[in-house]
């Protein structure tokens, strides 16, 4: 039972750690320009 | 164990433990902010209401990375193995700093709207950041599997689902940190430029990762070398090593060929064989040590005698015991042969001598 949980463990491991980096790397490229103002919010006419 | 047996006790290594955790946790809320709070100045600075959220999730963050880390380290070094004993306490109290962070972010995030607190954090207006994900709905997923892992982790729903259950039930903390660090990265960090929080959230990454991959990739290369097996007084044995390869107290994990793991111990002037997986939850026994004449399940603390396999009076529990001899040139054998008839066995280190 050991061995066969903390194999799984491992291939757990194999896939979540490279997919977890990948998207952290994939969220940092993606986010906004933070050296840039952010945009004047947009308001509706009232009617 | 079953006679009388209390299983959550406090001793003063237990409350050493806690103490300790508290401790760390007091000196981080104190810390953090008064960093921040001289680093982060002019218009960086940030208001005590955001800070006290930052607080308390990056203290969650760095114990659920230190929970994490605790079980690869354990079976890679063993003088990591103390830190296992009382996990399950740092793991209900990093839920409650998680339950603290959550209901701070609910009374101020979303406390001022035209609806509900609950409601607002799952119809979260998400435009504002790129990533269009909704954050906070992901760390809520989190906190409902730790929040289900902290209720179960009492012993008696270790007995009540059975140890298998319990156990493939509280691998669920793989996912719930995989739901974190998707709270953090596409929350907090889209709008973060710190260098630092980046580093923290890819350094917990790349150390929980590696860990883990570490001690299964060691474990695998282990479990492909069984101990060689060799013939001696007409019957197969399993070759352990020199007697030297045994320190006083400390068991050595030797494998038979049929799969199965034994705990060989040296104790008393005398070396023994022991059924290597606790009766309790499959704790690695061979990764245990012998404390009060007893080897010890490095898991929860249950106990066993090493010459018959016996939990010490008034205790009932038993495992398998196996039988030792030397081989001509001294090397330890081991009869792969395991018995349950609670004899003693024994192999005198005076043989060796004689």
């Not at chain 2, 680093?39 to 114990?63: D, H, K, N, S, Y």
């Amino acid at each position: 039972m050991i061995r066969a949980q903390r194999r799984v463990h491992a291939i757990v491991w194999m896939v979540l750690g490279p997919a977890l980096l990948l998207g952290l790397v994939w969220a940092l490229l993606a986010r906004p320009d933070l050296t840039q103002p952010d945009p004047a919010p947009v308001r509706e006419a009232s009617p | 164990m079953s006679h009388g047996y209390v299983p959550i006790q406090i001793t003063l290594r237990k409350l050493a433990y806690d103490a300790a955790v508290v401790l760390g946790i007091v000196a981080y809320v104190i810390i953090f902010p008064a960093v921040t709070n001289a680093v982060l100045t002019g218009p960086q600075a940030v208001t005590p209401r955001i800070l006290e959220m930052r607080t308390w999730g990056t203290c969650g963050f760095v114990l659920l990375t230190l929970i994490l880390m605790i079980g690869p380290l354990a079976r890679l070094h063993r003088g990591f193995v103390p830190l296992l004993w009382n996990r399950r306490h740092l793991g209900v109290m990093f839920t409650a700093v998680a339950v603290y962070h959550a209901f701070k972010v609910w009374d101020y995030y979303h406390r001022y709207g035209n609806i509900d607190n609950t409601q607002s954090i799952f119809t979260w207006d998400v435009a504002w950041t790129s990533s269009s994900v909704p954050f906070p709905v992901l760390g809520m997923l989190a906190l409902a599997i730790f929040l289900m892992m902290a209720a179960t982790s009492h012993d008696f729903w270790q007995a009540a689902l059975g140890p298998v259950v319990w156990k493939w039930l509280h691998m669920g903390v793989y996912l719930g940190y995989a739901l974190v660090v998707g709270h953090v990265v596409l929350g907090a960090l889209q709008r973060e430029s710190s260098p630092l929080a980046v580093t923290l959230v890819g350094g917990s990454v790349a150390l929980v990762g590696g860990l883990h991959l570490a001690a299964g990739i060691g474990g695998w290369i282990r479990d492909r070398r069984p101990d060689g097996l060799v013939s001696h007084a007409g019957r197969q044995w399993v070759a352990c090593g020199p007697v030297s390869r045994f320190e006083e107290g400390r068991p050595v994990a030797v494998s038979t060929p049929d799969g199965e793991v034994v705990a060989v111990l040296r104790h008393d002037g005398a070396l023994h064989a022991l059924h290597g997986v606790c009766a309790h939850q499959g704790g690695p026994l061979a990764e245990g040590r012998v404390i009060d004449g007893c080897l010890t399940c490095p898991w929860h603390g249950w106990q066993y005698q090493p010459a018959d396999g016996c939990s010490p009076p008034p205790f009932t529990e038993q495992i398998a015991n196996y039988e030792l001899a030397f081989g001509p040139d001294g090397t330890v054998l081991l009869d792969p042969s395991a018995h349950t008839d609670a004899a003693p066995r024994a192999l005198s280190l005076e043989a060796l001598d004689a």
